[in-house]
């Protein structure tokens, strides 16, 4: 059954599209409420005990359109999607207005096909065990630059979002308000802690249960974990309490009617306990900015009230489930920890983050993110809990984080964007696999990619949460919108990985590089995908203007009314096209300079060692850039480039299966690397599988029949191979003269074989069976063919010569 919605293209699979992922006949709805999870600023599970989260299906979300400004009311552009754009932003998938597109989606990806090679990562061939030049914090450190400190980004990634299609998350059903309630609502005395000093309060002793109310045995400080509202309470005579959905670290949330609002179901959570009304009134009022808080991924606050000397805010209820949740119920059905698998773990976080650069775009850090905070209603996913959101120039009000999830630099610097962006890269660890001393022995760092089978099968997984988790915030993802561009790319190859795909169809665009161009098998660095330019370079349009040969180009470029970026890119690049090293490396180490993060600096580098042959120089390079852009598949290419030039074959064809795998522009240079590694080792039918990946519309297809066509020709393992490796010439790519070599040289050892062994009537090479008349005639056609395009007068005598020796009428 076709899918019934607006400009979709799926297809209804298991009761859902296989695209938008609604279901046969209903359309999207707007997010509900938020059962809210609390914002606990003490220790906690990381995901509590177990569950077992529903299968995958049902879509993450569309690739988004390019959009100019548009004005509110203006239908959303997401296939399938009916909503429309309110402040910026869709009112239904939350997709913002001026979003560029930046991706087609992933139609469909062909079986691999066999000996193409071992498993992705595995530990004996983690590229992320080489060298890695230095960069960001560490160059800075390294080199005196006066630039000690990252102060911004290139703009261009602030609008690279992708939607669905990579991977599915089957809809999670809507939980009812009054099911979501507590039968008995009571703090584990495992979970009471002093909300002043963190020491435990509230224990049993002798057999004797603890108290809930009393005060802290260390700072005197009063608590209570007993909830102070009831239910049938009406606090400001509107909100009638029904009872409480969880605990959190401002007391007890509870649920309740509006009574001046049809009776909808919200949410109070505790904002302020004090008996000084001005102190409640000035936190309250400096709550309130959160009320200004709109997008469709994140709860709304509809109020701030107070009751009983207590501050409230009322929020909308989302009746879904927290990926906390989610965690939990697969532990109890497995019976053990069972994470969720990276590409679930991958889509969720990539649905939110769009909330997050909203909220960094007004000046807001969400600060307190974590499996908790992350609710998913049907197919849409909603930031809940704003009690610890706060601007990020606020250097007063109280911080609230969770152990095992805070930046280690909150408690000195505060919080930041980067802060934000290493709570995600933690959650992601959480989501992902049974992270063991995430509290205590890793509070702060990653466990070591190989002591985690998932780290080892992803390898771009790991530098993705590695540098958003980096121990210097100055080397995080400078924004949300560049750490989920990368979080796409790596979707895409954790997706291939898992499918165990031999060649991606599909090719997806990058806002970074330009695709490769394999021009023939050679693996030259020309061939390498080419940055592409800032397009907010103050110089690019500039750039653009400047023609005439690489000479004419570089007199240009050295007088340059600004030396930017892409400016010095330019130059670099220029420079080593037409053999000038060192202009290219000043031009790169001056970039540098300026801003010690900036790896395309760094990728010149790279061009330049592989252009020298200096192979361990080039991986350091590109392994540098590859953690910086871990989602793009330009850095692995090259790594792998310059892995199998210095002798370290099996992390370049782990690599090259990578590119292979992802991205169908990637397919040619990726499987002329594995041919090149497979033949080298005798792997005869990997090496044959490798060009084989090469798709017969692609523009190297013709070349990868002439590296098939040599490889069984030189290889010989038989007639049957021989008889292969002429048929394929019939198609490829050589030069008549290099033609007419190779089919000698098979005419040559088929004769061979067949004195040796004797005749094969059955099969053919060419015209001729597989006897000795019949290949004597091949091969004297052969020989006559190439001396017709020998230029060397003697070398086509030597020819004709032979020719006149081999046919069949000079013996018999």
């Not at 009314?561 to 037409?578: G, H, K």
């Not at 033949?679 to 190297?700: E, F, I, N, W």
């Not at 004797?758 to 008349?773: F, Q, Y």
Request: net charge negative; charged share 20%; with cysteine.
């Amino acid at each position: 059954m076709r899918c019934a919605q607006p400009g979709c293209t799926g297809t209804i699979v298991d009761g859902y599209c296989d695209v938008c992922g609604m279901a046969p006949t209903s359309a999207p709805t707007s997010p509900s409420s938020p059962a809210p999870a609390p914002a606990t600023p003490a220790a906690a599970d990381p995901t509590g005990t177990p569950i077992p989260t529903p299968d995958p299906a049902g879509a993450v979300a569309d690739p988004d359109a390019a959009l100019s400004t548009v004005p509110d009311g203006t239908p959303c552009a997401q296939p399938g999607c009916t909503g429309t754009i309110d402040a910026g932003y869709c009112n239904v998938c939350g997709t913002p207005a001026h979003q560029e597109e930046i991706v087609q989606v992933v139609e469909s990806i062909a079986t691999r096909p066999a000996g193409v090679g071992p498993e992705l990562s595995t530990r004996s061939a983690a590229s992320s065990m080489l060298a890695s030049a230095a960069l960001g914090s560490k160059r800075a450190r390294q080199s005196g630059s006066v630039v000690t400190r990252r102060t911004g980004g290139s703009q261009r990634l602030r609008s690279a979002r992708l939607g669905g299609g990579i991977t599915t998350v089957r809809p999670a059903p809507t939980i009812d308000a009054e099911k979501a309630l507590l039968k008995d609502p009571v703090v584990p005395e495992a979970k009471r802690f002093c909300p002043k000093c963190g020491e435990p309060v509230g224990r049993g002793r002798d057999g004797r249960p603890g108290r809930t109310t009393g005060f802290c045995a260390n700072c005197r400080h009063p608590f209570s974990f007993d909830p102070k509202l009831r239910q049938g309470d009406l606090v400001a005579g509107q909100y009638e309490v029904a009872g409480c959905l969880a605990h959190g670290g401002l007391g007890w949330i509870y649920l309740a009617r509006d009574k001046n609002v049809s009776d909808r179901w919200v949410v109070l959570k505790g904002l302020l306990n004090s008996a000084d009304p001005d102190a409640l009134a000035a936190a309250i009022a400096e709550q309130r900015f959160l009320a200004q808080v709109s997008h469709p991924n994140i709860v709304e606050i509809y109020n701030f009230v107070t009751h009983d000397d207590a501050g409230y805010i009322v929020m909308e209820y989302v009746g879904g489930t927290s990926l906390k949740s989610i965690l939990k119920q697969r532990m109890q059905k497995a019976g053990f920890y069972d994470p969720l698998p990276v590409d679930q773990a991958l889509a969720y976080l990539l649905e939110i983050l769009p909330a997050f650069q909203y909220l960094h775009d007004l000046g807001l850090v969400y600060c307190d993110f974590k499996p908790d905070n992350i609710i998913q209603v049907g197919d849409e996913v909603k930031l809940i809990d704003l009690g610890g959101v706060r601007r990020v120039d606020d250097e007063d009000s109280a911080i609230f984080g969770t152990v095992g999830y805070q930046a280690p630099e909150v408690a000195e610097l505060g919080t930041s964007v980067g802060s934000d962006i290493y709570t995600i890269g933690r959650t992601l660890v959480v989501l992902t696999m049974e992270f063991r001393g995430y509290q205590s022995t890793y509070l702060n760092v990653l466990p070591p990619q190989d002591s985690s089978p998932v780290f080892q099968k992803y390898d771009s997984f790991y530098r993705l949460v590695s540098k958003a988790c980096a121990p210097n915030r100055d080397d995080r993802f400078v924004s949300a919108d560049e750490l989920r561009s990368q979080m796409v790319g790596v979707l895409r190859e954790v997706v291939a990985i898992d499918r165990g795909s031999g060649a991606a169809t599909t090719s997806v665009g990058s806002l970074l590089f330009d695709a490769p161009t394999p021009g023939d098998e050679a693996d030259d660095w020309r061939n390498l995908p080419a940055l592409r330019r800032d397009p907010h370079d103050p110089q690019t349009n500039w750039l653009h203007t400047i023609t005439g040969s690489p000479e004419q180009r570089l007199a240009v470029l050295r007088e340059a009314p600004a030396r930017t970026a892409e400016v010095l890119l330019d130059l670099a690049r220029t420079a080593l096209s037409v053999g000038q090293h060192g202009l290219a490396e000043s031009s790169a180490t001056e970039l540098l300079t300026n801003d010690p993060w900036e790896w395309r600096a760094v990728w010149i580098q790279g061009l330049i060692a592989l252009d020298r042959g200096d192979a361990k120089a080039a991986q350091a390079a590109f392994n540098a850039v590859y953690g910086q852009v871990p989602g793009e598949l330009a850095p692995k290419l090259a790594l792998a480039q310059a892995s199998e030039r210095a002798g370290d074959d099996a992390v370049a064809e782990n690599l090259y299966i990578a590119c292979a795998r992802t991205d169908s522009t990637y397919v040619p240079m990726a499987a002329f690397g594995l041919a090149r590694i497979r033949a080298a080792r005798g792997d005869v039918d990997g090496a044959v599988a490798a060009y084989q990946l090469v798709p017969a519309h692609s523009s190297a297809y013709r070349t990868a029949r002439a590296g098939l066509a040599e490889l069984l020709a030189r290889a010989n393992r038989g007639l049957p191979d021989l008889s292969e490796a002429l048929r394929t010439l019939a198609d490829t790519s050589l030069t008549a003269r290099r033609r007419a070599e190779v089919t000698t040289h098979i005419y040559r050892e088929a004769l061979a074989s067949v004195r040796k062994d004797g005749p094969h009537p059955d099969v053919h090479l060419g015209t001729h069976r597989a006897t000795e008349p019949g290949l004597r005639v091949g091969l004297e056609q052969a020989l006559r063919e190439l001396a017709s395009r020998t230029p060397d007068p003697s070398e086509r005598v030597a020819l004709v010569d032979e020719a006149n020796t081999v046919r069949p009428w000079s013996l018999w």
